[in-house]
């Protein structure tokens, strides 16, 4: 089922993809080990949930509209927004946690964070 809430907007400024995507997905499978030694599996019916890991370095006079974009917008996260991936699509994703900012210099600085996406959210 595709998600009908809420969705913060991204500023037109940070339309572009992220430059570090590691993605994973949770694991759906409970496996059991038997005092006989057989191992049984049994599938959750939970949906799959996605994760990411992200990261893109910016122009230092972006960093108030980064800063808006999560604190405002996504009201610190507890709200989804769209995210461009590295595969092009524009998708539903929320911030698992605050945004690390790291400054290279003067100008420019790096902003981390994690994202997740529920199943059913994109589709």
Request: with cysteine.
């Amino acid at each position: 089922m595709a998600y009908t809430g809420d969705i913060a907007d991204r500023p037109e400024t940070l339309d572009g993809c992220w430059q570090t995507w590691t993605e994973s997905q949770t694991d759906n499978i409970v496996k059991s080990s038997m005092d006989s030694g057989v191992v049984k599996t049994r599938r959750r019916f939970t949906g799959i949930q996605r994760k990411a890991q992200v990261s893109v370095t910016l122009s230092a006079d972006l960093y108030q509209d980064f800063q808006d974009w999560y604190n405002v917008y996504q009201r610190q996260g507890s709200i989804p927004t769209t995210v461009k991936t590295p595969y092009g699509e524009s998708e539903i994703w929320m911030f698992i946690a605050p945004p690390v900012y790291e400054w290279i210099d003067a100008n420019m600085f790096k902003v981390s964070t994690e994202l997740y996406a529920q199943a059913g959210w994109n589709d």
